[in-house]
């Protein structure tokens, strides 16, 4: 907030107007010096200190660090215990996956109104930092009478002109209880904790994306694995179809075989609206349909998996105060600023108001003598309003500064204690994710190997039809299944990006210097946009 010098008394001065032309220094320090000495000297809002956090210090434990981890992370020189440090565009290694956030942030509607919500709440603090300020106004005024002479005492009929012109101080609030000071804190912690509102909705909108494109590109790779199924049991089904009408296969065997490729038809019907789905959602999430050279490919080999995001790898022990660094922390501790604000304007609404209203200029019954010695006018006019009775509203708006400030402290402890789940869980399920995904592999190699011996065996006519196909089921759940644990794997690496707290700095800039601004005095914001 600007600098308010320090106040000492000043006697009130008395009414006075129309009194003959006073120097122009004296209307000057009439007008003027009481509001420069006088305001902000008490500042009634309670002292404002972050609280403690109510989550342990460190989480309980992490993965360790693999080797992979560390080649996913050896391009970039960005701390593994501050992510947030590490841009989006440094995150992601797959340049489709790159374009489609850009995308996104272009276009996005969620976004766009964000950073509406911010343009607002910084006209907001403007129109309450106006009051710091005196307001003066200016006018020019003529007039021209007649009165007839039945009204005048001399019987003769009087025409009377006159032109003024004045500059004045419209009432002026000296805040010497910080009542004005502490609505502008308000006005200014709102704004901080609207931006961060945007910075918070821009990790969602950046996670969310790459998660639809991540959905997509797996069920695509569904899709194509049920469509690869279904030719294949309509090859075995055919066969079975042949043995039957030779009276080598039973009627049983033939309907088995049928419902296979039933099964695989459907599954690939599924999967076919899932991915049209997915594609609807992720134009939903970008604000317009994504070009086909941003949708993801589907690799060579159907189970293949390609990262697209960087393995971030928290050491051990990592401290709980980095999530001081999320938007929407920081968001529900400016708001909690705020509240403190308004307990002190609740506050000063017990104390005296004493406001300030005055006007000079010249007055003449000529234009050409409006501005000649003799013609100045001027009023100075200090009041005081003491509050004595209102009923208990001011008692009672105070009640509700108070309570709002408990409702925003609860809020804010929320937000720092699901904070930490959210990455307690994230870490958690990184943990066992790399263990899940070999024994998911080893899994499916055995049952690719045990379709592969029972197909050869009953091709070549020693073996049971039944066991094939109880083979191809679990050969086909292993794959999906695979599949799955896959997108979960890639999805965790966002999850825990986005819980630490990355996903809003565009090009690696850091997060320290983008944080200025929330430590930035009134004074020192920058310019409204148009402004």
Not at 53 to 82: E, F, G, H, I, R
Not at 219 to 235: G, H, I, N, V
Not at 266 to 295: C, H, I, K, M, Y
Not at 431 to 436: F, G, K, Q, W
Request: aromatic letters at 6%; proline letters at 7%.
């Amino acid at each position: 907030m600007p600098r308010r010098p320090a106040p000492f008394p000043t006697p009130v001065q008395p009414s006075a107007s129309l009194a003959p032309r006073p120097p122009a220094r004296c209307l000057l320090v009439a007008l003027g010096l009481p509001a420069l000495l006088l305001a902000g000297c008490v500042n009634l809002a309670p002292r404002s200190a972050t609280p403690a956090a109510p989550v342990p210090q460190a989480w309980a434990s992490a993965p360790a660090a693999t080797a992979a981890a560390a080649a996913a992370n050896a391009a970039t020189d960005v701390p593994l215990d501050a992510p947030s440090e590490l841009g989006w565009r440094d995150f992601f290694v797959d340049e489709r996956l790159r374009g489609t956030v850009e995308l996104a942030l272009a276009n996005n509607r969620d976004l766009r109104v964000a950073a509406l919500n911010i343009e607002r709440a910084r006209a907001q603090y403007d129109i309450v930092q106006a009051a710091v300020f005196p307001t003066l106004t200016g006018g020019v005024a003529g007039s021209r009478s007649r009165t007839p002479g039945t009204l005048a005492a001399n019987g003769t009929t009087r025409l009377a002109t006159q032109y003024s012109a004045t500059i004045g101080l419209a009432s002026y609030e000296l805040d010497l209880f910080g009542r004005i000071r502490n609505l502008g804190d308000a006005a200014l912690e709102g704004f901080f904790a609207t931006e961060d509102a945007s910075r918070s909705t821009r990790i969602s909108l950046v996670a969310d994306v790459a998660t639809a494109w991540l959905t997509l590109a797996t069920d695509q790779q569904r899709l194509r694995l049920a469509r690869d199924t279904l030719a294949s049991r309509q090859k075995s089904y055919d066969l079975i179809e042949r043995g039957y009408q030779l009276g080598a296969q039973s009627g049983l065997a033939l309907a088995q075989a049928r419902s296979t490729v039933d099964t695989a038809r459907a599954d690939a019907a599924a999967f076919d609206s899932q991915v049209e789905q997915d594609r609807n959602v992720l134009a939903l999430l970008v604000g317009t349909t994504p070009p086909a050279e941003l949708l993801p490919v589907p690799p060579a080999g159907v189970l293949a998996a390609t990262p697209v995001a960087r393995l971030l790898a928290p050491p051990a022990g990592l401290p709980s105060d980095i999530l001081q660094q999320r938007p929407d922390v920081r968001a529900a501790e400016h708001t909690l600023r705020a509240s403190n604000a308004n307990i002190g304007a609740a506050r000063a609404a017990f104390y005296p108001r004493i406001a300030l209203t005055g006007s000079g200029g010249s007055a003449s019954n000529s234009l050409s003598g409006l501005f000649k010695e003799g013609s100045a006018i001027w009023s100075f006019t200090p009041s005081i309003s003491v509050p004595i009775f209102d009923g208990g509203a001011n008692r009672a708006n105070l009640r509700v500064a108070e309570v709002q400030q408990r409702i925003q402290l609860a809020t804010y402890e929320k937000t720092l204690q699901t904070a930490f789940r959210e990455v307690a869980d994230a870490l958690a399920a990184r943990r066992t994710l790399d263990e899940r995904l070999a024994a998911q592999r080893s899994l499916l190699a055995a049952t690719t190997r045990a379709f592969e011996l029972s197909d050869a065996l009953f091709r070549a006519g020693g073996g049971d039809y039944f066991v094939v196909l109880d083979a191809q089921r679990s050969l086909y759940t292993a794959q999906q299944s695979l599949l799955a644990l896959q997108l979960i794997e890639q999805a965790n690496r966002l999850t825990l990006y986005r819980a630490l707290g990355g996903g809003w700095v565009d090009d690696g800039v850091p997060a320290a210097a983008a944080n200025r601004l929330r430590t930035t005095s009134a004074t020192e914001l920058p310019p409204a946009p148009g402004g």
